[in-house]
């Protein structure tokens, strides 16, 4: 963490970077190795959404720029368990990350991040008798690889301008296990690591 | 990009459809028993037996093999037999938790069982057939050792009738081998079995003549060894005697042995029987027409004692004596009807020799609907209408009357009699706690209502709250321990 802070301090001062900004709006599923899951969805994935900001500090070559970014990203599952009971899992990322860029010059331009993500996760069951909800929160890391397709053909002299693209990523979230007791119960582990598509627009300026 | 997204899909469909089907069936469990140290739940859906020690919270999953259709519970709850469409589960259980399940398959299908004293043995009957076939034989039963799993299944010899209940005796030597006798009543006749030579061929006892119309069934069966032999006595309908059953002559191993029948006058039409060895010997006890019997079972001597008030129902109980009239504990009954307001403590040591005056009366102010008797004292609890309950003291010969708030939904003694246990509901549910030597009663609110249970060993009372995935309250002291979503402890674990 302490690098980390270093890092968000000292980078803009290194170097001038060619864009400043670039904001990506993202949907998409991530997907729970875990067999816990089952009790919440005979599909182990979950449908979310994903709004990142990156301010790119350094330009170490002509292609490739260094950033740092923060997003917030929110995902659900429901579905059905036990016959007649309803389910819900839901989890709120809070993420920072570090980013590199790789851009060819023109439309296209690849991305690679990793940073520690915060998660609080709520797992609901409800009956007609009731509900009884599992919270937990807890820290982990959180990478992603993925590409931007640009419109218009962005040349490097007209990078200060806004650009809008396409993006994409696959990504991969990790979190040790987790026990849930609700009401003196427990549950057992709830392991909501695992991978993940995100597809959306980005703007860059 | 083609690739990623058919990766995608593969990953997709080769997860999403695997979840196992214990997921996709209902958590739903029928009522609770109270087995040894444990409240245990069958889960028909789930195929699956959940037992919870009340002091450890923690939850213990038997399988089962097949959709179960019925189930009962041994006595003292030693155990938990579970029937289903190809045979039974046996499941064990002490206080350590559910021992080995015991699986045995049967050709017949049987809704009612019957069980040995100490569940070495079981005897199934009763809609005998594949449970949906047009023809029944309900002539057919299985006889199970519930130790070594052997099962024999066969059709009783029938007089126009089939058993309609099964008393079984205990383990012990009788006509020169060690057996265990079974008496399987049907309508004027017993069949008799043993159920340590299984194959052998059942004998019958008539008890009364061909060319006799009396109807005379059989309904109740009592043990006890008289004179070192062991004895049956049956109780029947249209019958003013007792009918007393020996086997004095010795037979092989094999074989079933004769039994010798005698009949003993007992109350007139008895409605009740019970046989305990008191201060001057064995003795059986019957109740008829508000008269109550004191039979000799050899020499066939009755001393009938008027009682004077309405009682048809005889609950026999020990507790200690003051004097030293017996070693141990004292015999003791409680005589009464239901919906009757009276109850009478009899002092069965004593009644044969002081007659009526060792016969308390009780009335109360609303009519009895329950009655259970408090282990280790002379007294009693009675459950009075919807909302009242008395706690009868019988060396005072008082009855202190306790009013509920609301209705008495249910009502339990703990193993030691020290406390009665209530469900009031009164809008809200509260669990009753009243002190038996005190009369002291406490409330402790409860989120729902449910079943009540006080479970044996170790004499904790449990409300079940018959949720969808399991909710109970355990009584700790003075504390109410509740836990929520029992079912589904380790569920993400599966």
């Known amino acids: ?205 | 990009m083609k690739r990623f997204i058919l990766l995608m899909a593969v990953l997709v469909l080769s997860v999403g459809c695997d979840r196992d089907s214990s997921f996709e069936n209902a958590l739903t469990a029928g009522s609770p028993h109270a087995l040894q140290s444990h409240i245990a739940w069958v889960m028909p859906q789930q195929q699956q037996v959940a037992l919870m020690h009340p002091d450890r919270l923690r939850l213990q999953r038997v399988p089962l093999e097949a959709e179960p259709r019925a189930t009962h519970r041994a006595p003292d709850g030693r155990g938990l037999l579970v029937l289903d469409a190809e045979g039974l589960t046996w499941i064990p259980v002490s206080d350590a938790g559910a021992g080995t399940p015991l699986r045995v398959s049967l050709e017949g299908a049987y809704r009612r069982v019957s069980f040995a004293p100490d569940a070495n043995r079981v005897v199934l009957f009763g809609e005998a057939g594949d449970g949906q076939a047009a023809l029944s034989n309900p002539n057919q039963i299985a006889i199970v050792d519930l130790e070594t799993g052997d099962a024999t299944e066969r059709t009783l010899r029938s007089y126009g009738s089939a058993p309609q209940a099964v008393a079984i005796g205990p383990v012990g030597p009788l006509a020169g081998a060690e057996r265990q006798i079974a008496w399987l009543l049907a309508e004027r006749y017993l069949a008799v079995l043993d159920l340590a030579a299984p194959t052998a061929a059942e004998l019958v006892v008539h008890l009364v003549l061909a060319d006799d119309t009396r109807e005379v069934s059989p309904t109740e069966v009592s043990f006890a060894e008289v004179d070192g032999m062991q004895t049956a006595f049956v109780r029947a309908l249209g019958s003013d005697d007792v009918f007393s059953l020996t086997f004095p002559d010795a037979a092989a191993a094999d074989a079933v042995p004769r039994p010798y029948l005698n009949q003993l006058a007992a109350s007139p039409a008895p409605s009740d029987m019970t046989v305990q060895t008191v201060a001057d010997g064995q003795r059986i006890f019957t109740t008829g027409t508000d008269v109550f019997s004191i039979t000799h079972p050899v020499t066939g001597r009755r001393i009938a004692v008027d009682v004077g008030l309405p009682v048809s129902r005889i609950q026999p109980f020990t507790a200690p004596r003051d004097d030293d009239l017996v070693e141990g504990d004292g015999h003791y009954a409680l005589l009464w009807a239901e919906g009757s307001s009276a109850v009478v403590f009899a002092d069965l040591d004593l009644v044969e020799r002081r007659g009526g005056r060792a016969l308390t009366p009780l009335v109360l102010s609303a009519p009895i609907t329950a009655l259970r008797p408090l282990p280790n004292r002379r007294g009693a609890v009675a459950r009075l209408g919807e909302a009242g309950l008395a706690l009868l003291d019988f060396e005072a010969r008082t009855a202190t009357p306790l009013l509920a708030s609301g209705r008495l939904l249910s009502l339990v003694v703990s193993e030691a009699g020290a406390q009665v246990y209530a469900l009031v509901r009164d809008g809200e549910h509260a669990l009753v706690t009243v002190d038996t030597d005190t009369g002291a009663a406490s409330a402790m609110p409860l989120a729902e209502g449910g079943v009540l249970l006080n479970i044996p060993g170790v004499d904790r009372a449990v409300v079940d709250h018959q949720q969808n995935w399991g909710h109970i309250s355990v009584l700790h002291d003075e504390t109410i321990t509740e836990r929520g979503g029992v079912f589904l402890e380790g569920a993400l674990d599966p």
């Open chain 1, 1 to 205: 963490m302490k690098y980390f802070l270093c890092l968000i301090v000292l980078l803009p001062q290194l170097a001038q970077a060619q864009i400043d900004w670039r904001l990506t709006i993202r949907g998409g599923q991530t997907f729970s190795l875990d067999a816990g899951h089952d009790l919440v969805s005979s599909y182990p994935g979950r449908t979310g959404l994903e709004v990142s900001l990156d301010k790119f500090v350094l330009s170490p070559s002509e292609h490739s720029t260094l950033g740092l970014g923060v997003a917030y990203a929110f995902a659900a599952a429901s579905d059905w368990v036990y016959e007649d009971i309803d389910t819900e899992l839901m989890n709120g990322d809070l993420r920072a990350h570090a980013l590199y860029r790789w851009s060819t010059g023109r439309s296209w331009a690849f991305n690679g991040r990793v940073g520690p993500v915060y998660r609080a996760t709520a797992l609901t069951l409800a009956d007609g008798g009731g509900e009884l909800m599992a919270k937990t929160e807890q820290w982990g890391v959180y990478g992603g690889l993925g590409f931007d397709y640009l419109f218009g053909d962005p040349s490097p002299v007209e990078m200060d301008e806004l650009f809008v693209g396409f993006s994409m990523e696959m990504t991969y979230a990790y979190f040790p296990e987790n026990e849930l007791v609700v009401a003196g119960t427990s549950w057992g582990s709830l392991d909501t690591s695992g991978p993940g598509v995100l597809v959306g627009f980005t703007y860059i300026w």
